[in-house]
Structure formats: structure tokens, C-alpha cells
């Protein structure tokens, strides 16, 4: 069982399926008026309405809470102590209904899931990471491995906020747009024997060993759609299910790779490879989705609206070693 709200800690003993939540309003409007006759104005009620609610609470918590005396209604001991929890209470109710209620990343522990896909996790997560920590200690992040295409389903359900991914979910209900458009590229290690070739042809491309990644990835299935669209057939060696393995193994063998400029340029001097022109033109797009039903959470705009100047952040550096 979830814990009740820190606000709502103090009706733990109560049986709250057979408790009339409206009521709580009407111990505000006479905790605040400390009058009847004001209360009953305040909600727009009538005096005989507004005490039959008072009597029917008084039942409900068996006190009285409030007393007539010379200062008006005065709240008892047991009102007085439930009154910072019934405000607090109604309070997080009015502004989580509150059609322009602003995220406040301080005071949130709310938890994020995204599936960004294996480069973009690598590229985008620890400046994201960084970015949320100085605002917030309590947000949290969990990161999917799953393609992002694959989790239909779980964003419709809201258990995965957002999904960056090598095509667009069209289905209705789903928003997306185009983050990141690259270039893709032929990686090889530097003593590959092509490594010296100004120009690489479509002979030299089709008839080269690669490294491929695994056909789960949309980026596999797009890529490899358009390149089989052209009429050539490359030789596979070897398939794996990461960005970050396919470059290692590149790296240290006399096979090659397609990847996007992006990637290639971000791990170029780490893993001391060689970037070439691929013999043909070939774009590719990640776009971010997610369900509509998002589209208005202050949240979930928060974090749309962080990731993107982020994702400039990144792409600006990876053009720097271009």
C-alpha cells in the first residue's frame, strides 16, 4: 500500500472511502472567516446549507471544531491541528488542477523515463544529468535501452515520458519532431586499407567487411532500407546492438562501419579513428516523441524545453572537430 500524502498523514486512521472530501472545504471557509454567516458567503452557500456541512463533519471527526464564543467560530484543539494539513492538502489539489500550474523542479520528486537511443544517451544524458542537479536534488531519471519505436504502448500508458528514436511514431495521439539531422558517415580504423583513399567509390563501400548493428535498432532497418534502395549489398561480419561497440570494433580491426557525423566526430580522437565521405548522399533524422496527453503537463514541458538548448550545446561541440 502507497503511503498517504504528508498532507493528508493526520486522517490515516479514517476510512476515507466513506469520508466526504467536500467538507474539507467548508472547515477552511470557517477556519478563515471565523463566522457562519461569512463562510457561507465566502462558497456560496446558504447559513442552514453551510451548518448541516459542519455537522456532518463534526460527525465524521467526532469533534466539535469549532465553538461559538464572544470571538466568533473558534477552532478547537483537534481543528487547530488539522488545519495545516487540510490547507496543505487542498492546496496541492487547486494547483495540480490548475490549468497554468508552473513545475517547480525544487520541489519535485518526480521521475522521468526516456529511451533515447544508444548515442544520444552517451552524448545527451550527462549534461542533462547536470543541468537537473543544479536545479533539483530530487528528480530522477531512469534511461531505457529499449528503441524507442518499441514503446508505443508504454507512452500511451504514461510509464515512458519521451523517446528519441530514428523514426517518427505516426499514430494518432503521438507528437513528434525532428531533433537532431546528420549526415551519415564510413568509419574505419586508421590502418584500414582504405584509410588512405581521398574518395571513397561505391565499389570500394560495397566490397568492404562491416560491422552492422542490430536489426531491433530503427536505425538499422532505415538505414540499411535506403542503401539496399540504391542497389548495393553490403558484406556483414559482425552485428551488435550498441553505437559504442560497433566503434570499438571498428576501431581495432580492418572492418568498417555507417554511422551518423554526429557520433563519429563526438568519439573521432577517443578511439582514433579515420571519418570518410560515404560514396553516396544519406541523411539521417532522430526524432522525439511523445504521447499527447503530455503535451500540456508542466513537467514534462520543463523537460522538453531543458533538452533542447542542450541538445545545441552538444551538436555546437561536435562541429567544432569537424
Known amino acids: 500500500m502507497h503511503p498517504l500524502p504528508p498532507a493528508l498523514e493526520s486522517f490515516r486512521s479514517m476510512n476515507l472511502r466513506h469520508f466526504d472530501l467536500n467538507l474539507l472545504t467548508i472547515f477552511e471557509a470557517i477556519l478563515a472567516e471565523r463566522s457562519m454567516t461569512r463562510a457561507a458567503k465566502r462558497l456560496g452557500m446558504t447559513q442552514p446549507a453551510i451548518s448541516n456541512a459542519l455537522n456532518r463533519l463534526r460527525q465524521q471527526i467526532d469533534d466539535p471544531l469549532f465553538l461559538r464564543t464572544a470571538d466568533g467560530m473558534t477552532p478547537t484543539p483537534r481543528a487547530q491541528a488539522l488545519a495545516p494539513a487540510i490547507q496543505s492538502a487542498l492546496e496541492t489539489v487547486r494547483r495540480s488542477l490548475s490549468d497554468d500550474a508552473a513545475f517547480n523542479p525544487e520541489r519535485s520528486n518526480r521521475t522521468f523515463t526516456l529511451a533515447l537511443g544508444d548515442f544520444s544517451e552517451q552524448a545527451i544524458a550527462p549534461y542533462l544529468i547536470r543541468e537537473v542537479r543544479a536545479q533539483s536534488k530530487t528528480i530522477h531519471f531512469q534511461f531505457l535501452s529499449n528503441p524507442g519505436s518499441s514503446l508505443i504502448k508504454e507512452m500511451r500508458e504514461g510509464r515512458v515520458d519521451l523517446v528519441w528514436d530514428g523514426m517518427a511514431v505516426e499514430q494518432s495521439g503521438f507528437v513528434s519532431e525532428v531533433v537532431e539531422s546528420s549526415n551519415m558517415v564510413c568509419v574505419m580504423a586508421k590502418n584500414h586499407p582504405l584509410a588512405h583513399k581521398d574518395v571513397l567509390t561505391i565499389e570500394d563501400y560495397a566490397q568492404a567487411e562491416h560491422v552492422q548493428l542490430s536489426a531491433t535498432s530503427s536505425y538499422t532497418h532505415d538505414t ?31 572492418l568498417m562501419c555507417t554511422m551518423t557525423e554526429n557520433f563519429a566526430r563526438t568519439y573521432q580522437d577517443d578511439f582514433g579513428i579515420v571519418v570518410k565521405a560515404l560514396p553516396f548522399e544519406l541523411t539521417r533524422e532522430v526524432y522525439q516523441s511523445w504521447h499527447s496527453s503530455q503535451a500540456n503537463d508542466p513537467g514534462h514541458t520543463w523537460l522538453r524545453d531543458l533538452l533542447t538548448p542542450i541538445q545545441r550545446l552538444v551538436w555546437s561541440h561536435v562541429e567544432k572537430v569537424r
Open 224 to 254: 540499411d532500407q535506403q542503401i539496399r534502395r540504391m542497389g548495393i549489398k553490403r558484406k556483414f561480419s559482425v552485428e551488435v546492438p550498441r553505437f559504442l561497440s560497433m566503434m570499438r570494433i571498428t576501431a581495432s580491426t580492418d
